[in-house]
C-alpha cells in the first residue's frame, strides 16, 4: 500500500464528486417498513403521497429497489458552489488527547444553512420547481432547515413558508431573519393559524413546541392551498438518499489515500445525515466486504433509538402524516427544551430504525453539559465553532479515541461534524456560565407517550 502523506483537509476535484445518489433501502435484506395511510393503516400508494410531497419525491420516498439514483444537473450545480465539503484530518485533538486513533471528520457546516440540510433542500426545491408547484411549506426545530429551505426556494424562485418550533423561535431570532432574507415566511408553532395548532394550544396551553407539532402545521397549510406541497428535512428515506453525497464523498476521499474507516460516528436527529454519511460504508457491510462499527448519538433527553420503541407510530403529532415503523418515543412525546434543537424529534428514520433493529449500528446517548464540555474542547483546539448536534459526535469519537488510548489501538474514526453553532450561542452561554442542566426523563414519563403509540 502507498503510504501516502494524510492533508489535513482532503478535498475532491469536481470530476470525482458523486454524479448518482446511492440508495441504502435497495441493499438491505430486509427493508424497513413501508408507510402507512394515516386513515386506512394500508400501505401508503404513489398517488396519496403525492397529494402530500411532490411527485418524484413522492416516487423516491417509495423506491427501495433502484440502487443508484441520479443527481440532477441542475442540483449538482448547486452542489458545486459549496461541495465536495472537506474531510478534515483532526491532528490537533489527536494530540491533545495523545492517542494513537486517527480521526477523521467530514464539515458541512461550510454553507449559510450553517449544516448538511441544504445538500437535501436543494433537491427538494429542484423538484418542486420542475412540477410547476407555486412553493412549499415546511417546519423547523433548530432552524438549519428551515433556513436551507429558504435558500433554495430562493434560488428556484419559490414561495417557502416555514412553522418554527416555538422555543427556537424565541432563543433565535437572528435565524428568523435569515430565512426572511431569503424571502421566507416564518410562523411559531404551534401557530393559531391551523386547525391543529390551535388544537396542541388548547391542550397543551404555553407550550414551547416539538418538531412533530409544527409538522402537522406544515402539511395541513400545504394540503389547503393550491400548488404547494410540504417538504421535511430528515426522517424521510428520499432525504437519507439526498444526503447519501455526505458518506460518498467521504469514502471518495478516504479511498484516495487508501484509508479505512474502523468507525463511523454522527448525531442522530431523525436520522438523515447519519444515514447519509453511513450509506456506502452500510453498502460494503450487508455485502460482507467490510466491517464497520457505526454509532448513532442521541440526546438523553430525546433518547429514541436507544429508549424508544420499534413501533409503527405517527410521524407529526396531529396524525396527519403517514406513519412510519420505527424506534419511536410516541409521536406526543414533548421532550424537554434541550438546546440541541436539531435532535428533538420522537422518532428515528425507518431504514435506521431497521438496520438498529438487526444490529447493524449501535446507538449510544450523552449529557447536554458533556455535550458541551465537548463542543468547548473542540472548538478550542480545532477552531470550528460546532452545532450543539454536532458535538454529540464529537464527545462519542473523543470516548472512542480516549478507549484506544487504553488499549493503544490504532483505530480510523470518523465522524459526522453535521454543522456550526453561531446561532446556539444563548446555549453556549449557559454552558459558560455553568448554569446548563441535563435532563433524562424517567421511565414512567417516556411511557406515558409510548402506551398511546397506534394499535397496528
Ligand atoms: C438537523 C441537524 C442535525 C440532525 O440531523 P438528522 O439528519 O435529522 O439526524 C444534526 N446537526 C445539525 C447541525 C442539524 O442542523
Not at 475532491?12 to 408507510?35: D, Q, T, V
Not at 423506491?63 to 443527481?71: N, Q
Not at 478534515?88 to 467530514?106: F, G, M, N, Q, S
Not at 415503523?325 to 431497521?354: D, W
Request: aromatic fraction near 10%; hydrophobic fraction near 35%.
Amino acid at each position: 500500500m502507498i503510504n501516502k502523506e494524510i492533508p489535513y483537509k482532503i478535498y475532491l476535484e469536481e470530476s470525482e464528486m458523486p454524479k448518482s445518489w446511492i440508495n441504502l433501502r435497495a441493499f438491505m435484506k430486509n427493508k424497513p417498513a413501508p408507510l402507512l395511510n394515516p386513515k386506512t393503516f394500508e400501505p401508503i400508494t404513489l398517488d396519496e403521497l403525492s397529494n402530500v410531497f411532490c411527485t418524484e419525491l413522492a416516487r423516491q420516498e417509495l423506491d427501495d429497489t433502484s440502487e443508484y439514483i441520479e443527481i440532477p444537473k441542475e442540483v449538482r450545480d448547486f452542489y458545486k458552489m459549496y461541495r465536495p465539503s472537506p474531510l478534515v484530518r483532526a491532528y490537533c485533538l489527536e494530540k491533545l488527547l495523545d492517542t494513537p486513533a486517527k480521526i477523521y471528520y467530514k464539515f458541512e457546516g461550510n454553507n449559510t444553512s450553517g449544516s448538511h440540510k441544504l445538500n437535501s433542500a436543494i433537491a427538494q426545491a429542484y423538484y418542486a420547481k420542475e412540477q410547476g408547484l407555486k412553493g412549499v411549506t415546511t417546519e423547523t426545530g433548530a432552524g438549519q432547515w428551515g433556513t436551507a429551505l429558504s435558500m433554495a426556494c430562493s434560488y428556484f424562485g419559490l414561495d417557502c413558508k416555514v412553522f418554527m418550533v416555538k422555543c427556537s423561535y424565541e432563543q433565535k431570532p437572528f435565524r428568523r431573519e435569515v430565512m426572511r432574507t431569503y424571502g421566507a415566511d416564518v410562523t411559531p408553532s404551534p401557530s393559531m393559524t391551523t386547525e391543529v395548532g390551535r388544537k396542541i394550544n388548547e391542550e397543551f396551553p404555553g407550550t414551547t413546541g416539538s418538531l412533530g407539532c409544527a409538522i402537522s402545521e406544515a402539511v395541513e397549510t400545504a394540503s389547503s392551498l393550491d400548488g404547494y406541497r410540504y417538504a421535511l428535512g430528515s426522517v424521510l428515506n428520499q432525504v437519507l438518499l439526498h444526503q447519501s453525497v455526505i458518506g460518498l464523498e467521504t469514502k471518495t476521499a478516504l479511498d484516495k489515500y487508501d484509508i479505512k474507516a474502523d468507525i463511523v460516528i454522527g448525531c442522530a436527529g431523525g436520522g438523515s445525515n447519519l444515514g447519509g454519511l453511513i450509506s456506502p460504508f452500510m453498502v460494503e457491510k450487508i455485502q460482507g466486504e467490510k466491517d464497520y462499527r457505526i454509532i448513532a448519538v442521541e440526546p438523553a433527553s430525546c433518547p429514541s433509538l436507544t429508549r424508544g420503541k420499534y413501533a409503527y407510530d405517527y410521524c407529526d403529532t396531529g396524525k396527519v402524516c403517514p406513519l412510519a415503523k420505527m424506534y419511536t418515543l410516541g409521536s406526543g412525546y414533548i421532550p424537554a427544551a434541550t438546546h440541541a434543537g436539531g435532535l428533538r424529534y420522537h422518532g428515528m428514520t425507518s431504514t435506521l430504525s431497521e438496520l438498529k433493529h438487526q444490529g447493524l449500528i449501535e446507538a449510544t446517548t450523552v449529557k447536554q453539559t458533556e455535550v458541551f464540555e465537548a463542543a468547548q474542547k473542540f472548538a478550542r483546539i480545532e477552531g470550528i465553532l460546532p452545532a450543539p448536534e454536532s458535538a454529540h459526535a464529537i464527545k462519542v469519537a473523543i470516548d472512542e479515541a480516549l478507549k484506544c488510548k487504553e488499549t493503544g489501538e490504532e483505530k480510523t474514526i470518523v465522524f459526522g461534524l453535521t454543522g456550526t453553532g453561531y446561532f446556539d450561542m444563548m446555549s453556549y452561554q449557559k454552558f459558560n456560565d455553568g448554569i446548563m442542566k441535563d435532563y433524562i426523563p424517567t421511565d414512567e414519563e417516556l411511557q406515558v407517550a409510548l402506551s398511546k403509540l397506534p394499535k397496528i
